[in-house]
């Protein structure tokens, strides 16, 4: 029973110095300067944007037209969406 009492007395102290050392001890951040740009909108006229390219023809109507079989196209309409961002 003695030595369950120690151990825990043990495991109290050893929580409370990790929590002390959490609060007090020195793990602040070398301070670094940061600079980004930033463009306000003082109420000026932008220009319109510019109009939409025209949409490309289907993969399958291209590869249909240039004699294409249909591996080519399963392959061209799988790369179709390929490098797009998804995050717009």
């Known amino acids: 029973m003695r030595l369950l009492k120690v ?4 495991v109290i102290l050893i ?3 990790l929590a002390g050392y959490a609060y007090f001890g020195d793990m ?3 301070p670094r300067e940061m600079r980004m740009p930033v ?3 003082l109420g000026a006229q932008t220009a319109a944007p510019a109009a939409a390219p025209a949409p490309a023809p289907a993969p399958a109507a291209t590869a249909a037209a240039d004699g294409g ?3 080519q196209t399963a392959a061209t309409a799988e790369d179709a969406g390929a490098g797009q961002n998804d995050l717009d």
């Open 7 to 10: 151990v825990v007395v043990l």
């Open 28 to 30: 602040s951040s070398d």
């Open 15 to 17: 929580l409370a110095g």
């Open 39 to 41: 463009e306000l909108e």
């Open 69 to 71: 079989d249909a591996a």
